[in-house]
């Protein structure tokens, strides 16, 4: 066989794995959720969410994968073998309890995104490679009312009952 035909062949070969791999078949996720708990001190609450991503094709678990939350962006680090994690933050207020969708996107999906985006259009159109559902139970927002201010209505109500009484013995 001429050694052209040969390295032709073989390129077609490599490009057609790469083509066969550039999209994960029958995504399969398992996930851990972590989150801020005490939210006193703090003036935004942070999400992390770790995956593990199997798929059906060999070799497309370690290509780039994007995320988004909530309408936002986030990005998606690999952080070992087929293992994925995605962080974002939201300020208190607007950091509900209850379940969060993260959806995932390959290279292809996640230009489909970009190009909704710079249309105007609702990204969520877009079907993405799969869903991760995590469920936040919230955070700790301290006490209704701070120890210092009841600590003053107790002050407040004691003298007055104190001066109310005394003046009730001298007349």
Known sequence: M??????VVALVAVSASLCQASSCS???VKSSFFSTSDATIVSQI?????FTLKC????AEKLPLFAEVGGKLA???RVGDSKYQVSWSEEIKKAS?????????????????????????????VKALTNVIVSFPGAYKGPWINSEILATGVVAFVAYVAFSTRSKLLA
């Open 75 to 77: 990005p998606v680090v």
């Open 46 to 50: 942070a999400f992390v969410t770790e």
């Open 97 to 125: 309890s209850g379940k969060y969708t993260i959806r995932l996107f390959d290279e292809e999906s996640f230009a489909a995104v970009r190009k909704a985006q710079r249309a105007g259009e609702d990204i969520q159109a």
């Open 26 to 28: 029958n995504p399969e």
């Open 2 to 7: 001429n050694p052209k035909a040969l390295l």
């Open 56 to 59: 059906s094709n060999a070799g």
